[in-house]
């Protein structure tokens, strides 16, 4: 059973930047994985913000998040990170990775995952 922990997440003003981490467990390579990320706010529903496929190549954006984010990969490391520049309140959200064995491409589709992190918190306010 893959487990994946998120990390990097706080408190950030408006207009900072985080670089959020998610981590497998010792024993798994995430890039026999396709890796998700997505948030969720207060009363909202669960958006996917960006994905990797190492496999493939490929990685996506939602188009909510612009060129703020990017998705990159530490095979050495078995991580994969989120980095979110110019952040403003409404990137205000707990933000969770997600990973899918055996494939290739990603979707910004939170029903296409297997496995998810506890996720971490991201607060963007002066």
């Known amino acids: 059973q893959l487990q994946l922990v998120e990390s990097g997440g706080g408190l950030v003003q408006p207009g900072g930047s985080l670089r959020l981490s998610c981590a497998a467990a010792?024993?798994?390579?995430?890039?026999?994985?396709?890796i998700g990320w997505f948030r969720q706010a207060p009363g909202k529903e669960r958006e996917g913000v960006s994905c990797?496929?190492?496999?493939?190549?490929?990685?996506r954006y939602g188009n909510s998040v612009e060129d703020r984010f990017t998705i990159s990969g530490d095979n050495a490391r078995n991580t994969v990170y989120l980095q979110i520049d110019r952040l403003q309140p409404d990137d205000t959200a707990i933000y969770y990775c997600?990973?899918?064995?055996?494939?290739?491409?990603?979707?910004?589709?939170?029903?296409?995952?297997?496995?998810w992190g506890q996720g971490t918190q991201v607060t963007v306010s002066s």
């Open positions: 997600a990973a899918r064995p055996r494939a290739i491409g990603c979707l910004l589709e939170k029903t296409w995952y297997n496995y």
């Open positions: 010792s024993g798994f390579t995430l890039d026999y994985y396709s």
């Open positions: 990797m496929s190492s496999r493939s190549g490929v990685t």
